[in-house]
């Protein structure tokens, strides 16, 4: 169109999370996650050493990387699939998970690792009450980890 649309003036309201739908209520639970997983991997200094490659990086410049693709519902949002990855290798390299399985195993054991990779095949679906618990559970957890570091988290 040649002309701008203008934006709309009505203050924008906030659904409230019995009111969202699952997709968007897994959307909501993302962000936390995410939020969450950085933090947790994060030092007191506000760096994070990558997963995959092993460099140290600042929080900002971290990702929540997944092993096994959060495509997969049953471990995308496990704590042991988790884990803070620089954005370099989360989003461009694509030899990264060869780094990211030797110490993911280094991490949790050979155990827990194949315990992740048989939970990845089942399925999973989610209540909304479910959904709504580990939103506010993570949301917690992220607000205990920012003030307990000293560390402001954004996305």
């Known amino acids: 169109m040649w002309y701008k649309k203008k934006k709309s003036t009505a203050p924008k309201t906030r659904k409230k999370l019995e009111d969202k739908s699952e997709s968007e209520l897994i959307e909501v639970l ?84 194949m315990k992740l990779k048989v939970l990845k095949s089942s399925t999973k679906h989610f209540l909304q009450t479910e959904l709504i618990e580990m939103i506010n559970y993570y949301k917690n957890e992220t607000k205990r980890l920012s003030t307990e570091k000293g560390i402001r988290i954004s996305m």
Do not use: Q
């Open 30 to 113: 993302d962000v936390w996650f995410s939020r969450y997983i950085r933090l947790r991997d994060t030092m007191p200094n506000g760096y994070c050493r990558c997963i995959s490659c092993g460099k140290i990086k600042h929080i900002e410049d971290i990702d929540c990387g997944h092993y096994f693709s959060r495509r997969h519902l049953s471990t995308r949002f496990d704590e042991r699939n988790a884990n803070g990855e620089c954005k370099y290798c989360n989003r461009f390299d694509s030899e990264h998970l060869e780094g990211y399985r030797d110490n993911l195993i280094r991490k949790i054991g050979e155990n827990e690792f």
